[in-house]
């Protein structure tokens, strides 16, 4: 029978929701943290001179963003953090993940594997990971993490994103996810739409409902309780190399459109991921959903990588005297992408040292 199937206990529904809807308190948003070594590497080299990607240089790099003020914690509830550096202490020996905890920000983790070709295809992925999940949800959980990521990516092209990839990876992030409530843990569920390309915003919306119309359809499959479940979501924008440029009014709209067509209103928010955009549109495009008149029954907030670091990374360049300014131009950021989370940014009114900078990089071979 399809009714024949069981809620999570209340305890674990009560404890899932309060930490889904901490990650997305009014004026608050999630840092992703969750670079792996290579991407790292990549920064570093953009960013600095000489600066070497040892696993020091990356603890180092990731202590200046959890030791800045205490005030971080009024813009940021959350950090997804990768493998290593959730285990990492600051030169003072103090974890990581007590530094967060001191600034009311909840410790998360990435839990996905990267990213394998997926057979049949035009040069679509899938996302490994599975099979060990909840061995590791249940050490996570115990290591102070309570929520997690798991991102699926999908292109646009020529006949794609694929029925096939569609399904496939929708399957996976419901797998996921349930795993993860399993274990306590608040499942960050991110299917990606790449800007990669040349689409114009209207292909960009059409992928965008097909994709999130077939992950809610796995999630309620797998009887994923949507309260304590937050969506990672693309902003619907034109592709990168298209001609056709779109306002951040266009894109709030066809964004805020595509979400009241395909996510249910239970889901306890959405955290955008900025997909390339500088610092500056990625908070203006914010701003722009949160100020769009139509329905918008989650709150719609951050969740930002590179749009909140490019700053703090280009003023620290690898120097221990550069902390301060560097912890200063990540505040900022932070700042900005909170009051834009609630429709009050200015746009241009929080400078920073390289806000109008493309985060904008060459996509990935599967």
């Not at 205490?70 to 030169?91: M, N, P, W």
């Not at 009311?104 to 060990?132: A, R, S």
């Not at 670091?309 to 900005?336: D, L, P």
Request: proline share 6%; glycine share 8%; hydrophobic share 35%.
């Amino acid at each position: 029978m399809p009714t024949n199937f069981n809620y999570p206990p209340p305890e674990l529904r009560k404890e899932l929701q309060q930490i889904a809807d901490a990650l997305v308190a009014p004026g608050k948003g999630i840092l992703a943290a969750d670079e792996g070594p290579p991407t790292l590497a990549a920064r570093f080299a953009n960013a600095t001179t000489g600066f070497e990607n040892t696993e020091d240089n990356r603890r180092r790099y990731r202590q200046l963003l959890f030791t800045t003020d205490l005030s971080i914690g009024d813009y940021v509830a959350g950090v997804i953090l990768t493998h290593e550096t959730l285990y990492q202490k600051a030169d003072d020996g103090t974890p990581f993940v007590e530094l967060l905890r001191k600034r009311n920000i909840i410790p998360g983790i990435n839990l996905d594997k990267g990213h394998v070709q997926l057979f049949g295809t035009e040069n679509e992925c899938t996302t490994q990971g599975l099979d060990d999940l909840a061995k590791r949800c249940e050490q996570y959980k115990k290591d102070g993490c309570h929520f997690a990521k798991w991102r699926c990516a999908l292109r646009i092209g020529r006949g794609t994103p694929s029925s096939l990839a569609v399904k496939e990876n929708a399957n996976v992030l419901a797998r996921y996810a349930s795993i993860c409530q399993a274990n306590g843990i608040v499942p960050i569920v991110e299917p990606e739409v790449e800007p990669y390309g040349d689409h114009d915003l209207e292909t960009c919306q059409k992928a965008t409902e097909t994709v999130l119309a077939a992950v809610y359809k796995a999630l309620n499959d797998h009887h994923v309780f949507l309260e304590g479940t937050v969506l990672k979501a693309n902003m619907v924008t034109p592709g990168e190399s298209s001609s056709k440029k779109s306002s951040p009014e266009e894109i709030a709209r066809a964004t805020v459109t595509a979400l009241n067509r395909t996510v249910p209103a239970a889901v306890a928010g959405i955290a955008f991921l900025s997909g390339g955009q500088s610092e500056e549109e990625s908070s203006v495009n914010l701003n722009a959903i949160n100020k769009f008149p139509g329905k918008k029954p989650w709150p719609l907030t951050f969740s930002y990588g590179r749009a909140l670091q490019t700053s703090a990374m280009r003023a620290w360049s690898g120097k221990s005297e550069n902390v301060a300014a560097a912890q200063e131009e990540f505040k900022k950021r932070a700042k900005a992408n909170s009051l834009a989370s609630q429709g009050k940014y200015v746009p241009g009114s929080i400078k920073s040292l390289a806000a109008s900078k493309t985060s904008f990089v060459f996509p990935p071979a599967y």
